[in-house]
């Protein structure tokens, strides 16, 4: 599959659904999804030292984004046999459990479907001159819809750009802005989490906010801020 099969993803986009094997089983991605949210991350080879620490990460992690109804599904370009021995590496080094699946993807096919390739690095190959995968992140709405992007370097084989490993908190805080923005038609300003102040939607005059949110005030025009005073779920 060429980058000209699919139309480009962009933030809106409906996620491409497809079958895959896994270090689970086989799945239908949408169907996986199914009424939740879901965070399908992705890294290039097995065995390497950043993804290694990343995928320990987000399993250390999952209960939180179980308790928000968020599903954790990665992805790497080796086949399952070798997804299931590395997660033993994962969890050995970072005391870890890995319980979420682990998609197969030696072909790539996924990785095409998800624009999870560096076309910009012609070095960025395995031993059999297939591209490896970058290291993307999507947020992906019960709806299937995408709602956050995110691109890192692939991994040490490039030659041109050097890894950097990814922030697990900052995908949670995410979640939190955009569950709490869907919820409660306001925004979140820059390096907010759950319980700072809040941005009232440009959508809610300044008569709806009076009753939908009594202690909002006025910065400038365009920019009111409130508290929630609700107990964050």
């Known amino acids: ?34 009424d939740s949210w879901a965070v399908l991350f992705s890294h290039p080879d097995d065995y390497t030292p950043v993804c290694t620490t990343e ?48 998609i197969a993807d030696p072909e790539r096919k996924v990785a095409h479907l998800y624009d999870m390739i560096d076309y910009q690095d012609a070095t960025n190959v395995d031993d059999k001159g297939v591209q490896f995968t970058i290291r993307s992140v999507f947020i992906i709405d019960p709806k299937k819809t995408i ?56 959508s809610v005059s300044n008569e709806e906010a009076k009753t939908l949110f009594p202690k909002f005030r006025i910065i400038k025009p365009y920019l009111r801020l409130t508290p929630l005073d609700v107990k964050q779920e």
């Open 1 to 34: 599959m060429s980058s000209s099969d699919h139309k480009t993803l962009r933030l809106g986009s409906i996620a491409p659904d497809f079958q895959a094997e896994t270090s689970n089983g086989p799945i239908s991605f949408h169907d996986y999804i199914g």
């Open 55 to 102: 995928l320990g990460a987000f399993a250390k992690l999952e209960p939180e984004f179980a308790k928000r109804n968020v599903k954790l599904i990665g992805l790497s370009a080796n086949n399952t046999d070798s997804h299931k021995g590395w997660i033993k590496d994962i969890d050995e080094v970072t005391g870890s459990k890995l319980t979420f699946p682990i």
């Open 147 to 202: 709602r956050l992007i995110l691109s890192y370097p692939a991994q040490e084989h490039l030659l041109t750009y050097k890894p950097v490993g990814r922030n697990t908190a900052e995908v949670l805080r995410t979640i939190d802005a955009l569950l709490t923005g869907d919820k409660y038609r306001v925004t979140t300003p820059i390096n907010w989490v759950p319980g700072d102040d809040v941005i009232v939607h440009p």
